[in-house]
């Protein structure tokens, strides 16, 4: 399984420029930035390349005051610290080192997170003749910047590069078996899904240390099919956040799917498709794994639930390419069994082999079916197609023009390859080259 991607935590307290931090390195302006201590409550998660081909989780938080949390900003910032691979404590260099820094400071070594020293506002003469003063923090050199500017934000990611572990994926897979991750957000009953799944459909179940986090994965064999059931639940009781923002409880979920090939989404059934759903949906579609959708306290449905499910599933459906779903109660084991035939068959999906002679036999087929449209007042023509890669199936097809992304032919395509093959809920990736004759 491949490296998953790190998450850089910008933390400090209020009003030191964290936001406009986290939009100068994701490159947009993404944070609501104000000289209103405070204003930062939510976590803002983004994903940006720190450089060419390494993406990383970037993640904003709010102004951390040990001690006063009125509002739960703490839990939220100490949540986001726990999740991440790398701290950049921002403190302000026009007002020098605070006590309320050096309590901030005391709380992030706690967690025993590597930490990088960012002080802000050094545009100003002031500040930046008294960055010397920052080595008493005992963090290593402090990297000078003006986020509102720009001004040393190559040498941060630099040293950023530098300092950023490598986050390996968990311990190997063993052979066969079907690495399953179990996501949604937060109390939708992720938790008692696993421990029926474990507790119920058991051969052999062991705990085994996962990622550096530590949460607890589940090898599982049941009438003959071996599964890794990865429990995003774990770190959501390590964050004691109740009422996560939905931006965290993807965060906290994207490792977790990253290690998976099949992501089973819970949703609670009276609450319908919520905008929290779609976000993890998102980045389960975003991460290129299979989907299977459970919707979960389906004996708790009335009426009313029952029309708000049907009326919001429309766009769960279009954001995970119709996945299969089943309606469960993890509480009484309703239908819970009836998942492993849904995620076999997904993870089938998910690995298909197609040979080349095969795929330009079908494609011929569906070009007979339903003519290409003109590009450039030409039509369209496919020379050649074969599969490159699988997990998920990906397809390279050769042809005189590219096609558009959005353009409606090539989800043509896209639907005869998810019909011929009972793709639902799989990602299928068509990469078309233009290629002179």
Known sequence: MTALTASVAIVGRPNVGKSTLFNRLVGRRQAIVHNQPGVTRDRLVSLADLAEGRPVQWVDTGGLVPGEDPLGINDQVLAAVAESDLLLFVVDGREGITSADQRVLDELRKQRRPILLVVNKSDVRQAADGVGEFWSLGLGEPIPVSAEHGLGVVELKDRIAASLPIVEAATEVADGSVPVAIVGRP?????????????????????????????????????????????????????????????????????????????????????????????????????????????????????????????????????????????????????????????????????????????????????????????????????????????????????????????????????????????????VRLVVRQRST
């Open 187 to 427: 109390n939708v009953g992720k938790s008692s899904l696993l421990n029926r799944l474990v507790g119920e459909s058991r051969t052999l179940v062991s705990p085994v240390a996962g990622t550096t986090r530590d949460p607890i994965d589940t090898p599982l064999v049941r009438d003959g099919h071996s599964y890794l059931l990865i429990d995003t639940a774990g770190m959501r009781r390590r964050a004691k956040v109740a009422d996560a923002p939905e931006e965290l409880a993807v965060m906290m979920a994207r490792r977790q799917i990253e290690r998976a090939e099949v992501a089973v989404l819970v949703i609670e059934a009276q609450q319908g498709v919520t905008t929290g759903d779609l976000a993890v949906a998102g980045a389960i579609w975003q991460a290129g794994r299979a989907a299977v959708v459970a919707v979960n306290k389906w004996d708790l449905l009335d009426d009313e639930g029952r029309e708000r499910l049907e009326r919001s599933w429309p766009r769960l459906a279009d954001a995970l390419a119709d996945p299969p779903h089943v309606n469960i109660s993890a509480l009484t084991g309703r239908a819970v069994e009836n998942l492993f035939e849904r995620i076999d068959r997904a993870h089938a999906g998910f690995r298909l082999q197609v040979s080349t002679g095969e795929l330009n036999r079908l494609f011929e087929q569906w070009i007979q079916q339903h003519q290409p449209p003109r590009l450039d007042h030409r039509p369209w023509k496919l020379y050649y197609a074969t599969q490159v890669a699988s997990g998920p199936p990906t397809f390279m097809l050769f042809a005189n023009r590219s096609l558009p992304i959005s353009h409606s032919y090539r989800r043509y395509l896209e639907n005869r390859l998810r019909e011929t093959f009972d793709l639902a809920g799989v990602p």
